[in-house]
């Protein structure tokens, strides 16, 4: 019997920090997010970054929290139950950090019969800090637990067509109306190490702009190429010149290059370009959460207007969007078939 798990990043129980601890301990100890020795990242994680991290991001938590909920956990739980209404085999989601565990999701599919799994990580791109960490984790959960349990893996969508016209279509509802002078697509950034490390040929990536326009079968795995081509899709579906955007990455750690130009460095600089007028949307998350309510639409919009800038437009992600939890339902059902 055939199933599918829809699995996204996670989110701690609550904003309070004795929640937030043990989630970002669990995220920021993954040798797929911090790739660093484990005796190293230890140090790091729980000698460094964990004895101030949680009050702070629990602040930022505290800033999104909705009634019912985590922002990330709650869209996902729409979209799920959406899409579950619109197929014929059974529909688990889970988080790969946090309470709502891989290992719970297919637990659930494995109670209804379910041998023969989809594994749908929610990320338009391919990166280790996302998809790749999934996979292992999934793969570790179903020699131990689930022997018997087949997998088969949905790739990066950043270029499938109809991903393309679902994420143009949101686009152009929500800035209907918004004279913007400029339009931002800003992607999560990674290390520039992890972009070298997922080269599949070891020596195609040279993250010098080159690169990502010459085809290569490491554009299969290369995040960088599959954050341009995904905004050059989308620039070309929506008609937008070439002079009323850009691509830019955020949220980074101290300490090591990440991909550039970075988000927040560029959003403080637009006004005294002239870009009193700016949308922002977010392309790397298909559900909003922390990295696009508090970090874009609360504190860059902030940094923004105290630059100078005049009005800010944070587009929201795809979250529960109909026509995105009809494409993701007919991907499921050609599967399926």
């Not at 960088?224 to 002079?243: A, F, S, W």
Request: proline share 6%; aromatic share 10%; glycine share 4%.
């Amino acid at each position: 019997m055939k199933g599918v798990l829809l699995v996204n990043l996670g989110s701690p129980d609550s904003p309070n920090p004795k929640d937030v601890k043990p989630y970002l301990d669990e995220f920021l100890m993954d040798k797929y997010v911090i790739d660093v020795p484990f005796l190293l990242r230890a140090l790091l994680v729980r000698g460094i970054i964990l004895r101030k991290r949680p009050e702070e991001s629990a602040h930022a938590y505290a800033k999104i929290w909705w009634d019912e909920g985590s922002p990330l956990i709650v869209l996902s739980e729409r979209m799920h139950k959406k899409v579950e209404k619109l197929v014929d085999v059974p529909v688990a989601l889970a988080m790969r950090y946090g309470s709502m565990t891989i290992e719970k999701g297919l637990q659930e599919l494995h109670d209804k019969g379910v041998t023969d799994v989809l594994l749908f990580p929610l990320y338009p791109q391919y990166a280790m800090a996302s998809t790749l960490t999934i996979l292992v984790k999934a793969e570790e959960i179903r020699k131990k637990k689930f022997p018997n349990m087949k997998f088969t893996d949905v790739p990066a969508f950043y270029n499938k067509p109809d991903y393309i016209q679902n994420l143009a279509d949101s686009m152009k509802k929500h800035l209907e109306g918004f004279e913007y002078d400029h339009l931002l697509f800003s992607y999560h950034g990674i290390p520039e190490r992890h972009i070298r490390k997922t080269d599949v040929t070891k020596s195609h990536c040279k993250i010098d702009g080159s690169c990502c326009n010459t085809p290569s079968p490491a554009h299969d795995f290369c995040y960088r190429h599959q954050c341009y081509e995904t905004t050059k899709l989308v620039i070309e579906k929506l008609g937008i010149p070439k002079d009323k955007y850009s691509l830019t990455f955020q949220s980074r750690l101290a300490g090591d290059k990440w991909l550039e130009p970075y988000t927040d460095v560029e959003i403080d600089n637009m006004p005294a370009k002239g870009i009193k007028k700016l949308a922002v949307v977010t392309p790397a998350f298909v559900s909003d959460c922390l990295e696009t309510l508090e970090e874009i639409a609360m504190r860059a919009k902030e940094d923004f207007e105290a630059n100078g800038g005049e009005d800010f437009l944070a587009i929201p992600c795809l979250n529960d969007d109909d026509e995105w939890c009809e494409t993701v339902g007919n991907w499921i059902n050609d599967w399926a078939k």
